[in-house]
């Protein structure tokens, strides 16, 4: 993939195209030119960088959840399996660059390769265009809303929410199915949650249940940082 394919699946484009040449450089590819390297070091800031930033989003679209249940959050979505997904997404495993026997040998690019340049990427970014950018790409591809819907255990954003109406002697939250599609082995569940006060908010899962987790994680999402009703 060219350099100019990728920068626009991922929505940046680089002033120093450098830092993605070196991004997307794994350690088994030949050096080409002096001072060439491979993308640990970028690896290592992107990731503090993607902790920082989901770290301020959890803060902000979790307004009543207490310092643990942000850190299982986190911890729920900054994982390899998620940043291979966003590697996929952006087409990373056709852009990075190895040695080539390791693709003769139908290794190919692994998961963890993958998740790793996603890393460097977003420290790329944050080098070449500050915090904002940085947290635009997270933003944009990491998909932070949908991932509520599949909080860590411990946190249960159906009770959360209840006792939140109840703090502000509201009626229990309404739950109603929308809807129920595909095979009985793969269907999605899609639900809305309704709280006076409030608009109404919608959430999909695997099971019923699920669904509703996620559309009271997308109300909790919307409620006010300081406490009491929406005006």
Not at 99 to 115: C, E, L, N, Q, W
Request: proline share 6%.
């Amino acid at each position: 993939m060219s350099r100019g394919s990728f920068e626009e699946r991922i929505g940046y484009r680089f002033s120093d195209p450098d830092l993605l040449e070196e991004a997307l450089r794994h350690g088994s590819a030949p050096m080409q030119e002096e001072g060439e390297r491979s993308y640990e070091r970028l690896e290592f800031l992107g990731d503090a960088v993607l902790n920082l930033c989901v770290a301020q989003e959890m803060y902000r679209m979790l307004p009543l959840a207490g310092e643990g249940v942000l850190t299982k959050a986190r911890a729920s979505i900054i994982n390899n399996r998620n940043l291979a997904r966003v590697g996929e997404r952006i087409g990373v495993p056709a852009s990075l660059r190895i040695d080539p026997s390791v693709r003769r040998k139908g290794v190919g690019i692994t998961r963890k390769m993958a998740a790793d340049a996603v890393e460097a990427v977003i420290g790329a970014i944050f080098l070449d265009g500050g915090h904002d950018a940085a947290l635009r790409f997270v933003q944009g591809h990491f998909r932070l809303p949908d991932l509520m819907g599949a909080l860590v255990a411990g946190f249960d954003a159906k009770s959360r929410l209840q006792e939140w109406c109840q703090g502000e002697h509201l009626p229990l939250p309404e739950y109603r199915l929308l809807s129920a599609d595909g095979p009985p082995h793969d269907r999605v569940f899609r639900v809305e949650v309704r709280v006076e006060g409030l608009r109404p908010a919608g959430g999909a899962g695997k099971s019923r249940k699920e669904a509703e987790m996620a559309a009271a994680a997308k109300t909790i999402s919307l409620l006010p940082a300081g406490g009491g009703r929406t005006p």
